[in-house]
């Protein structure tokens, strides 16, 4: 199956520092990349869409300006946590599918989590 | 909105007993329903799923019921393996929207299989 990586898989950080997570798709070109949240034993909730090329879409409540997020090619994209406070910790998960949508499967990376101190 | 409930875990068994990890949903129209499986320190992978009511997802064992009229997906395997540990997430995405590539999910439950 498809495989998608994450970098790193854990992180500490200062409140008020960024932190870039990256997400890869190894073996296929990812036309769609999805970022998802995960607080401890709630659901994953989605946070941003992103189109190779393009902006990403941000559900709402998300804020754009402290969530910044680039998929610059068809194999990676990122999510930079800017001027990071304890409230932003938590798991983050991405995810990413190739193809039309709706007709594929998603594909998902094995998570980051983010300590902010 | 849609939305997905689970029963909460961890949820623990000895081996080669019955599982049932019940999920019910709230959506307008036909959502499409999904049973992901989430192993120690790997990605969510996608355990089966089922795109119409009355169809039946499965694999390694383990099957699901789209169930419309209890608006149910609940999921079964009826021995399990200690290799089965892992937590379960159901979702849905719901084509009859909009944004219909969207997965909703739910909670999660962790099973932890004992030998």
């Known amino acids: 199956g498809a495989v998608v990586s994450q970098h790193p898989s854990r992180v500490i950080c200062k409140s008020g520092t960024s932190v870039k997570i990256e997400c890869r798709s190894l073996d296929f070109q990812a036309t769609t990349m999805f970022w998802y949240r995960q607080f401890p034993k709630q659901s994953l909730m989605l946070m941003a869409t992103s189109n190779e090329g393009s902006k990403a879409t941000y559900e709402q409540g998300v804020e754009k300006d402290k969530f910044l997020i680039n998929h610059a090619s068809l194999t990676l994209s990122t999510l930079t946590v800017t001027s990071a406070h304890p409230e932003d910790s938590s798991f983050y998960i991405c995810s990413a599918r190739f193809g039309l949508a709706g007709k594929n499967e998603q594909f998902f990376g094995p998570g980051t989590r983010l300590t902010v101190l | 909105g849609n939305s997905v409930t689970q029963m909460e875990g961890p949820v623990t068994l000895s081996e080669e007993a019955f599982l049932t990890i019940n999920c019910t949903y709230t959506a307008t129209g036909y959502p499409s329903l999904f049973w992901y499986v989430q192993y120690p320190g790997e990605g969510l992978q996608l355990l089966l799923k089922?795109?119409?009511?009355?169809d039946k997802g499965s694999n390694k064992g383990f099957e699901a019921t789209y169930r419309k009229e209890t608006t149910s997906f609940h999921l079964e395997k009826g021995s399990v393996q200690v290799s089965d540990s892992a937590v379960y997430f159901c979702?849905?995405?719901?084509?009859?929207?909009?944004?219909?590539?969207?997965?909703?999910f739910g909670g999660g439950t962790r099973v932890l299989v004992k030998p």
């Open positions: 979702a849905l995405t719901n084509p009859w929207e909009a944004a219909g590539n969207k997965l909703t």
């Open positions: 089922a795109t119409k009511a009355d």
